[in-house]
């Protein structure tokens, strides 16, 4: 006996057309298993798609809408339908047949392919800061199409009477000025003590000398370390700077649009 398998891939501009693997479909009559990235012990963990999809909840519902169909015995009618539509970020492609025996049911298969040609594993904590910032900045918000985010912005002060420029990674102008600074929070103690200091005497001097006061957003990640005393409170001292936002926080897409005042963007 055989059944058909399928990867199922991500394609973040359709127009690039660079996709990434996300999940595995196995079936047989109508009917399957599926294995897709964030899946976990029959739920959906979204914080582990982050940096791979634009919307989790989006793809909790697609996966939703594949589910329902092979468990009503009308995948592949679906899946035909998927496949005539062009532009699509979620791309159904079709790979040939796999054997079945006692052993191995659909589930099983799938977990395997899965395992062989996505897993999730890592998957968040590969992603860098930038990927991240960049995902948040630039694929997730909707701008006015007068406006838009500035990279590697600078501001001139005068520190003892000298002129210094002081850089920040971004500047968003609208009603107010916003500049927005990354930083990585999982760097050794004494770097990461050094680049907060650094931060906070950025913002300070900018703020002394804007004669309209700036808002301030750092972009913070943790990648792989985990929340100590140490690292809680650098984060406390740039909270009296700035508002801080987790860039791999589920709702940080929201928390950006809220800070700099635009909407988020209503795609797939």
Known sequence: ???????????????????????????????????????????????????????????????DYVEYHLESGTFCEQVQRLSARPGQNYRIDFRG??????????????????????????????????????ELLFQRLSFPKDREIERDVSYRVDLRG?????GFDYRYESDRTTLLDKISLSAPAKSLGRTVHDLM??????????????????????????????????LRAIERYSHTINVRDERAAESVAEQLGVPLLQCA
């Open 1 to 63: 006996m055989e059944a058909n398998w399928y990867l199922v891939k991500y394609v973040p501009d359709p127009f690039r057309d660079e996709p990434r693997n996300i999940g595995v479909i196995v079936e047989k009559d109508g009917r399957g298993a599926v294995r897709f990235i964030g899946q976990r012990n029959g739920g959906f963990d979204g914080r582990r798609v982050r940096g791979v999809v634009r919307s989790a909840r989006t793809m909790r519902a697609w996966i």
């Open 97 to 134: 047949s796999v054997g079945l025996s006692a052993e191995s049911g659909l589930q099983a298969i799938a977990d395997d392919l899965f395992h062989e040609l996505v897993s999730d594993a890592g998957l968040l904590a590969a992603a860098s800061i930038d990927d991240l910032t960049n």
């Open 201 to 234: 005497f950025r913002i300070e001097h900018v703020h002394r000398a804007a004669t309209k006061e700036p808002s301030f957003v750092t972009l913070y990640d943790l990648g792989k370390a985990k929340m100590t005393e140490p690292i809680e409170n650098h």
């Open 162 to 166: 000298q002129p210094h420029e002081l």
